[in-house]
C-alpha cells in the first residue's frame, strides 16, 4: 500500500515527466501549464528596497577602517569603499569606532537618497525641469503660452536661487516654505505669492512617465507652506470717475484724445484699442470688431487675444460713433500709430502719456494704469441697468451660468444698438471738428487775440511763399489765399499734427512743398483751408 507522502511524490514526478506540448495544449481546456521557475526580478534600482549602511568595521595596517558599498555614476554595481576611521594606537571603544564610522558613511552619501536619485536615477533638478517646461508650454498645440515674460522673470528672480538645483522629487511643501517666507518678507503681495507657487507646482507636474500621468505626485498643502490668504477686497483696482476722464480728454488732442475715448466707451483692453484699423468699424461706424491685438514687447499686430472670449463685437453710441468717423478721415489704417505707420507700445504711451497726466491731476497710485478705464466701463454699465449678457459680450467675459451659456443676446444686433445708445458713455465729449479762428473759451477778448494772432501767421507764410522764387510766378495778391501750416490744419481736423504731415508726405492730403535749404531736401509743407475741406467733403461723399 502507498503512503499518502509516496502517492504525492509520485504524482508531482510524473507531472514532471510530462511533455511541455500536452500541456499547452490542455491550457485551452482550462488546464494550467506547468509553474514557471522562480526568476530574480530585475527592475529598476530603488532606495526604498534597501535598509541602510552602517559599514562594516576591519582592522588593516595599523588603521581601523570602514568599508561600505555607494553608487557611481554610470554603472550598474555599487563601488566597494574602504574608509581610515582611527589608527588602532588610539584604542578607542567599539561603540566610539562604530559612531565615527557611520558618520563617514553617512557623510560620504551611501544613504542618501537625494544622492541615489541624481546618480542612480540621474532625474534633472527643478532648473532643468523648468527650461524643458517652458519649450513644451510654448510649443504644445493645447493651450500654448503666448508670453512666457512674467514666468521668466518669477524663475529668475525667486524661484531658481532657491530651489533651482534641488531634485525634482525633494520639491514639495516643506521645501517651498521657505522661499515662501522669504517672498512675503520682501514685500511682494499675496496675491503674487501664490501667483508663483502656482509656477513652481507646473513645473513639478510637467515630468510625465511614460503612460503620461505625472512622476511625482505631489498633495499641495498651503497650510504646511503658509501661504499667505489673497484678499480681494484689499487688492489695488482703482477705476477712473467721470470727471477725470471729461478733464483728460478736454485737455488732450489728437491721437491721445482719441484713444482716451476709445478706452472710456468700450471697455477695451489697452493692446486690443492700439491695434484698431479701421476696416474693424462696421454697421455705419457703430460696431467695433476686436480680432486682434499689439504684443506687450514689440510693435507688431497678432491676431490672437487674451482669450476666446476676448474676439467679439463692440457697439458704440452714435456720437462716439460719429467723432471717430470724423477721426478715421484722417487716418488710413491704424486709428493709433507712430510717424513711420507701426503701432504703439502702450508701455511707452502710459510712461509718456497717462502717467503724467494723472500725476498733475493728483490721481496716480498703484494700479492705475489703462485697465482703470476699462472699470469705469464696467463700473458705468452696471450702473445704467444695462444687460447683462450684453454687457459682459461687450467687455469680452466668458459666460459663466447656463443662462449666460444658453443666452443668445449677442447675437441680436438692433438690440444691441438700441442698448448702447441707452446706456451711453458717461464723460463729456469733444466737438469733433475745430475751427482754426475759434477760441477755446467763452472769452470774447481771448478769442479776438487767438483770431489776430493766427491771421498774422498766415499773412506772413503768404508773404514768405509768394517771395520765394523756387515757388514760380506769385499770383495775383487779390485772388490768392492765405496759406496755412501744419499746426492750423490739426486744429480744422481735430487731429494731431504729425498726422497732417504724414498724410501730406503720402499724398492723400492737398499740400503745397516749401523748400527750406538744399541739404537732403527739406520741405515745409503749407496747405489752404479751402483744398483741405474740398477734399474732406470728396471724402465723405465717396464713403
Not at 260 to 288: D, P, Q, W
Not at 331 to 346: A, I, K, R
Not at 429 to 450: C, R
Request: aromatic share 6%; charged share 30%; hydrophobic share 35%.
Amino acid at each position: 500500500m502507498i503512503r499518502a507522502k509516496d502517492s504525492t511524490e509520485l504524482c508531482i514526478s510524473r507531472a514532471s515527466s510530462e511533455p511541455a506540448a500536452p500541456s499547452q495544449e490542455n491550457a485551452e481546456h482550462g488546464i494550467l501549464p506547468g509553474a514557471q521557475p522562480k526568476r530574480r526580478r530585475k527592475g529598476k534600482k530603488s532606495m526604498s528596497r534597501r535598509s541602510g549602511q552602517s559599514g562594516n568595521l576591519v582592522k588593516q595596517c595599523g588603521w581601523w577602517r570602514v568599508r561600505f558599498r555607494l553608487d557611481q555614476p554610470g554603472t550598474e554595481k555599487r563601488k566597494q569603499m574602504s574608509v581610515k576611521v582611527a589608527p588602532v594606537s588610539m584604542r578607542l571603544s567599539r561603540p566610539e569606532l562604530e559612531r565615527r564610522a557611520k558618520e563617514i558613511v553617512q557623510k560620504a552619501g551611501a544613504n542618501s537618497e537625494e544622492r541615489f536619485n541624481q546618480v542612480v536615477l540621474g532625474e534633472a533638478t527643478f532648473r532643468n525641469q523648468a527650461k524643458v517646461y517652458l519649450q513644451s508650454a510654448v510649443s504644445r498645440n493645447r493651450k500654448p503660452l503666448r508670453d512666457t515674460v512674467s514666468i521668466e522673470g518669477a524663475m529668475t528672480k525667486w524661484i531658481l536661487p532657491t530651489i533651482g538645483d534641488l531634485p525634482l522629487a525633494l520639491v514639495d511643501n516643506l521645501t517651498v516654505k521657505p522661499l515662501v517666507q522669504k517672498m512675503c518678507a520682501s514685500g511682494l503681495k499675496p496675491r503674487t505669492v501664490n501667483k508663483y507657487v502656482e509656477y513652481i507646482k507646473q513645473v513639478v507636474k510637467s515630468l510625465k512617465a511614460s503612460n503620461g500621468e505625472p512622476v511625482h505626485k505631489r498633495t499641495w498643502d498651503a497650510e504646511t507652506m503658509d501661504l499667505p490668504i489673497v484678499e480681494y477686497a484689499e487688492q489695488r483696482r482703482p477705476s477712473l470717475k467721470a470727471s477725470a476722464i471729461s478733464e483728460l480728454i478736454r485737455a488732450r488732442s489728437g491721437q491721445e484724445q482719441a484713444l482716451y475715448i476709445l478706452l472710456a466707451s468700450t471697455g477695451m483692453r489697452i493692446s486690443e484699442a492700439l491695434a484698431v484699423e479701421t476696416r474693424h468699424f462696421t454697421n455705419g461706424g457703430r460696431t467695433i470688431g476686436v480680432e486682434q491685438q499689439v504684443t506687450k514687447d514689440c510693435p507688431r499686430i497678432v491676431k490672437y487675444l487674451k482669450t476666446c472670449a476676448a474676439k467679439r463685437e463692440i457697439d458704440l453710441h452714435p456720437d462716439i460713433a460719429e467723432f471717430f468717423r470724423c477721426y478715421r478721415e484722417a487716418n488710413s489704417n491704424l486709428l493709433f500709430h507712430t510717424e513711420p505707420g507701426t503701432p504703439h507700445l502702450y508701455g511707452n504711451l502710459e510712461d509718456r502719456w497717462l502717467t503724467p497726466r494723472l500725476v498733475k491731476m493728483g490721481l496716480d497710485e498703484d494700479g492705475m494704469g489703462w485697465h482703470s478705464f476699462r472699470r469705469f466701463r464696467k463700473t458705468w454699465l452696471r450702473g445704467t441697468r444695462c444687460l447683462e449678457d450684453v454687457s459682459s459680450f461687450w467687455m469680452g467675459h466668458r459666460p459663466q451660468t447656463m443662462s449666460e451659456i444658453y443666452s443668445h443676446l449677442h447675437e441680436e444686433l438692433e438690440l444691441r444698438l438700441q442698448e448702447a445708445e441707452r446706456v451711453g458713455y458717461g464723460f463729456d465729449l469733444p466737438e469733433a471738428f475745430v475751427a482754426p479762428n475759434a477760441p477755446k473759451t467763452s472769452d470774447a477778448k481771448s478769442g479776438l487775440k487767438l483770431q489776430r494772432r493766427l491771421q498774422k501767421r498766415e499773412k506772413y507764410i503768404d508773404r514768405s511763399v509768394l517771395e520765394n522764387p523756387r515757388m514760380g510766378k506769385a499770383m495775383n495778391s487779390e485772388e490768392q489765399e492765405f496759406f496755412v501750416d501744419a499746426s492750423v490744419v490739426a486744429q480744422f481736423l481735430g487731429v494731431a499734427r504729425e498726422t497732417v504731415l504724414a498724410l501730406a508726405r503720402r499724398g492723400e492730403l492737398p499740400a503745397h512743398a516749401l523748400p527750406t535749404g538744399p541739404k537732403r531736401l527739406r520741405r515745409t509743407w503749407q496747405f489752404k483751408l479751402s483744398e483741405i475741406s474740398a477734399c474732406m467733403e470728396k471724402t465723405r461723399n465717396n464713403s
